[in-house]
């Protein structure tokens, strides 16, 4: 027997995305998009609100990097999706988020979350969404981050 | 210190997708698909090859579904990902998968898997790819599948 919970967007399990960008004074910032994923063959989608912040900069400098959360970092993630650096000058450092610039695109790394894509506006498409495509994956050895791979929780 | 992997599909956690269509003679038909997400509010993308069965399948009755693999049936989930409906005519009972219809689409719901969406198409868009609305979220009692709802496995 299955119980109908209407049309709710419940995928699961779903990868906590947080991209970074730089604002136009070169400072970075940081949100945690909900909708996003992977497109096509070498490609990611984001489906963002053209109020973000992040939308903007996406658009002014054409690259973008996306880190995945993990669980030691679970604050720090809902928090930059929770306030905007249009109201929060402060948000990474309040995040508790330090940067380094990527070495393929004009964007912040999350020093604190090991695994990351860097990511290339390719075009905005018919429905307004972000689609890129990405330039490297990075990650620290794999000791340092062994359980965030694992697919199926026991 | 990162190490450079490349330009790799390399986002996690992901949901295991099995969109499960009618062949055009009314038998069930269900692929592994690797690349879909949510899409804007309330939609679904699917990235799909068109030389799929489930792609033709789609594109003729409009509707389908996706249900969430989980571990246990890992070996279920692989095999419609590898084996084709279009040479294997008997590729549902050997996957071990059963199905009944969707109350609010013309596609069917594997009986093994709990959670599941009722997907129309809505579109196919610019790049190919079929976006869908949901109309159903499909589950048992939480008792039922507790630990597929876990994101941060410990």
Known sequence: MRTNFGAKPWFYP?????????????????????????????????????????????????????????????????????VSGNSEPAKMQKAGFHTSKASTVDAPLIDELPVALECRLLKVNEDGNIISIF????????ECCGPVWRMHPQ
């Open 14 to 82: 779903l990868p906590v995305l947080i991209v970074g960008t730089y604002n136009p004074d070169g400072t970075a910032d940081a949100m945690n998009a909900a909708w996003g994923g992977l497109y096509d063959a070498g490609k990611v989608v984001l489906c963002l609100s053209k109020d973000h912040r992040t939308t903007a900069n996406i658009l002014a400098r054409k690259d973008f990097t996306i880190s995945f959360a993990d669980a030691a970092h679970t604050v720090s993630a809902d928090y930059v999706g929770m």
């Open 135 to 142: 330039l490297l994956c990075r990650r620290p050895a794999a």
